[in-house]
């Protein structure tokens, strides 16, 4: 439909960019860039009008987001040239054909199209052999000054090749090179620069991409104080094993494996280190924390394999968020059978009995009710009291 209404308003529509680059890898992907070449909003408006979806306009960019109603989501954009006029300065922006459009593009595997109208319909447009390097496997930029005009580019060159064990083209590894020793990267934002790491972090193979950061000399710009050796390449291995390790729990927990990554990336840091990190990049409060946490994760090891007792692992614990629990296993996988102890019983482990009932046997409130509560927890986390009488009685002898 979008294509016949393309031809009926003599444009021509592309889908573009990721979306190709998957196709032809046979590889899944659901974002959907759609060019055009004529009014890119007002073809949207009279798309939106046939499918009845959701739509968002950014007339300042010249595109628009159309929002199905089973969540599928199409940006649409209308042909265009950008000009750059300083490092990573946002560029300015011109109409132009699918293939000023396409040369605009990072990476000749992403600068690849289908054509959806016409009797083209179905065709692929590739101007710039991005079907050659992608059956070749090979990362090449498009034009010298690409990194310049955008150097997040370098990382979603690093973010391809791990994902795809592409490799880089000598003349674009040489381009990396020489802006990543211009400092390029230094132009970006710290808040650019760590949702790029996240990215990386994020995708298929975060072990392959931090190697390749490191690789180029970038892992520097990240923070000086990042050790990345074969170690550190090692504990990260395991990340996998011990995400497999909770699968067969049962349990269900959110949070994000990246961070799990992140954590092992700055393992090693000192507090100093860790809390100009946390500041450089302004990191959340619970982001923060879990980093925090590697400080205290070689005592916390040591702590838990002396514990006899399930209130020692218990109270060892009871701090921890799950991703901290996790590194823990990364390190130490010989603590499983603790962690899964504290995972599945311990920390669903309560008491009845309150301060009502200490009052009911005739005391005043006082500091000594948060001891004698916790003395009955102990006793019934380490199994020697079971039901509601037992606590009771328990609490009234040991008060
Ligand atoms: N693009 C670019 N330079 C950038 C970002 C994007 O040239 N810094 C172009 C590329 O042609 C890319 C397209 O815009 O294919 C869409 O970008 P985006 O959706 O962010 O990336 P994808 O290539 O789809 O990558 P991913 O699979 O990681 O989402």
């Not at 998957?22 to 046939?50: C, M, P, Y």
């Not at 109208?117 to 052999?129: E, I, K």
Request: net charge negative.
């Amino acid at each position: 439909r979008a294509g016949a209404l393309a031809e009926s308003l003599g444009y021509n529509l592309y889908i573009v960019g990721g979306f190709v680059r998957d196709l032809l890898l046979s590889q899944t992907n659901l974002d959907l860039d759609l060019v055009v070449e004529g009014d890119g909003i007002e073809f949207a408006r009279r798309l939106n009008k046939e499918l009845r979806g959701e739509l968002d306009i950014y007339h300042e960019f010249g595109t628009a987001v159309l929002t199905l109603e089973d969540g599928l989501k199409l940006d649409i954009a209308t042909t265009r040239v950008e000009y750059y006029s300083g490092i990573a300065s946002l560029p300015e922006v011109e109409l132009g054909c699918i293939q000023q459009d396409l040369f605009r593009r990072d990476f000749s595997i992403n600068a690849l199209a289908i054509q959806l109208n016409g009797h083209s319909f179905g065709q692929l447009v590739d101007y710039f052999n991005g079907r050659e390097d992608l059956e070749r496997g090979i990362i090449r930029l498009l034009h010298n000054f690409s990194l310049y005009d955008d150097p997040t580019r370098i990382f979603r060159g690093l973010r391809f090749a791990s994902r795809y064990g592409f490799k880089f083209e000598p003349r674009t590894k040489e381009l990396i090179k020489q802006a990543v020793n211009l400092d390029v990267i230094e132009k970006l934002s710290s808040n650019r620069l760590f949702t790029k790491l996240q990215l990386g972090l994020q995708d298929k193979y975060p072990i392959k991409f931090i190697n390749l950061l490191k690789e180029e000399n970038i892992l520097i710009y990240i923070s000086k104080d990042i050790i990345w050796d074969e170690d550190k390449e090692e504990l990260a291995t395991k990340v996998a094993e011990v995400l497999e390790w909770l699968k067969t729990l049962n349990l269900s927990f959110k949070f994000d494996e990246w961070v799990l990554y992140l954590m092992v990336l700055i393992w090693g840091m000192n507090h100093k280190q860790v809390k100009e990190f946390n500041q450089k990049f302004n990191l959340n409060k619970n982001l923060s924390y879990r980093l925090f946490f590697t400080l205290e994760l070689d005592n916390l090891i040591s702590n838990l394999k002396g514990t006899q007792d399930n209130s020692e692992i218990y109270y060892l614990l009871e701090g921890c968020a799950i991703e901290d629990l996790l590194l823990l296993l990364i390190k130490d996988f010989t603590l499983k059978d603790k962690v899964k102890l504290y995972l599945e019983e311990l920390r669903w482990i309560d008491i009845k009995v309150s301060g009502e009932d200490i009052i009911e046997f005739g005391y005043k409130p006082g500091p000594f009710f948060q001891d004698a509560l916790k003395a009955v927890k102990k006793a019934k986390l380490d199994g020697k009291i079971e039901n509601h009488k037992e606590e009771q009685d328990y609490l009234r002898n040991y008060i």
